[in-house]
DNA sequence: GCGACAG
DNA sequence: ATCTTGTCGC
């Protein structure tokens, strides 16, 4: 499915979308906080959850499920293109308005500055930040004298590592805040909005398979 | 050329 | 990501 073409083109279209990516604060107020995750096993046959957390008590205050379909195969560096998508359509299915969104996989920390994070967040141009476990090959760290750990990637810092997680920018927030964010919503080594959204993801495609 | 590769 | 058993430890 991917040829040389095709991988060129995608990573063209990350290349510009990029230029779109707000690296600053851009918001009223962060009060309710959105996680956001896709649970699937080998088929393109998916289960999107999203979860809205209040910042002050960590506790949930809506979720929703759906049932999705997942077009574009896994690959490195294009994840967006797979679950950007299903992300947005259950998010888009909350009742209650949010105003950030936490979300499994990078943000600017990409090779072209365009991970998932950042592609959700130019799609419902809304605040998000990435967080990942792990970092997509061809990024370079720089280790920093002072915690956090300070990453960087073409002569720009992008993200921190954190309590083993990669946190970055997603779009309309600043890596002050995304940090600060990662920090105050970790209760458990996960934080709550993204470990919330992958259990229930997780939960209901079980179930679903009835 | 070979292996690695966010989820 | 998911498939899987036990195991270490609070």
């Not at 990029?18 to 096993?41: N, P, Q, R, T, Y």
């Not at 957390?53 to 506790?59: K, T």
């Not at 130019?122 to 061809?138: E, F, N, Q, Y």
Request: aromatic share 10%.
């Amino acid at each position: 499915m991917y040829s040389y073409d095709l991988n060129t083109n995608l990573a063209n279209i990350q290349n510009m979308l990029a230029e779109h990516v707000i690296k600053k604060d851009d918001f009223k107020e962060l009060k309710i906080i959105a996680g956001v995750d896709v649970s699937f096993s080998q088929d393109n046959q998916a289960v999107a959850a999203a979860v809205l957390i209040d910042l002050y008590n960590l506790e949930i205050i809506e979720t929703i499920i759906q049932e999705v379909e997942l077009l574009f195969p896994y690959k490195s560096g294009f994840l967006g293109f797979r679950e950007a998508n299903a992300m947005v359509s259950v998010l888009n299915g909350l009742k209650r308005d949010y105003d950030v969104v936490m979300i499994n996989g990078h943000g600017v920390l990409h090779p072209r500055g365009f991970g998932l994070a950042s592609q959700v967040g130019v799609m419902i141009d809304k605040p998000t930040l990435g967080v990942a476990k792990r970092l997509i090959v061809g990024i370079h760290i720089v280790e920093g004298n002072h915690f956090p750990e300070l990453i960087i990637f073409t002569n720009e810092i992008l993200g921190a590592y954190l309590n083993g997680f990669y946190v970055s920018i997603g779009h309309k927030i600043s890596l002050k805040t995304a940090i600060e964010l990662f920090n105050d919503t970790s209760i458990f080594k996960t934080p709550e909005p993204i470990r919330q959204a992958h259990i229930l993801a997780t939960q209901a495609f079980k179930k679903i398979l009835d």
